[in-house]
Nanobody, 129 residues
Framework: QVQLVESGGGLVQAGGSLRLSCAASGRTFSSYAMGWFRQAPGKEREFVAAVSWSGSSTYYADSVKGRFTISRDNAKNTVYLQMNSLKPEDTAVYYC??????????????????????WGQGTLVTVSS
């Protein structure tokens, strides 16, 4: 099983950009679908984006389509989330998740996060207005 460590969070002004990284340990990283989720204060965790094991398929929440891009580099055991045109409502703790028995699209389904195999510890993104 892989272990995940997120990085890249921080404070940014509205309209700015950040790139989050999720580094995975373990030799089987390339067999996992990977996803990003977020949880804002006082709110439930929500899906943000996911990518298939090969990187050929991606899936996004409507709230981030056109602004965020998920990608992965299996040679580096890393998945990225490029976040552009950030808004104050993007403020949240962002979590990376991995699962070897699901698809990127399935990660975007309601309550999928309850069943995902592996989670990182999260990284805080704060967008100021």
């Amino acid at each position: 099983q892989v272990q995940l460590v997120e990085s890249g969070g921080g404070l940014v002004q509205a309209g700015g950009s950040l790139r989050l990284s999720c580094a995975a340990s373990g030799r089987t990283f390339s067999s996992y679908a990977m996803g990003w989720f977020r949880q804002a204060p006082g709110k439930e965790r929500e899906f943000v984006a996911a990518v298939s094991w090969s990187g050929s398929s991606t899936y996004y929440a409507d709230s981030v389509k056109g602004r965020f891009t998920i990608s992965r580099d299996n040679a580096k055991n890393t998945v990225y989330l490029q976040m552009n045109s950030l808004k104050p409502e993007d403020t949240a703790v962002y979590y990376c998740a991995a699962d070897s028995s699901t698809t990127a699209q399935a990660m975007g389904q309601p309550a999928s996060d309850r069943y995902l195999e592996v989670w990182g510890q999260g990284t805080l993104v704060t967008v100021s207005s």
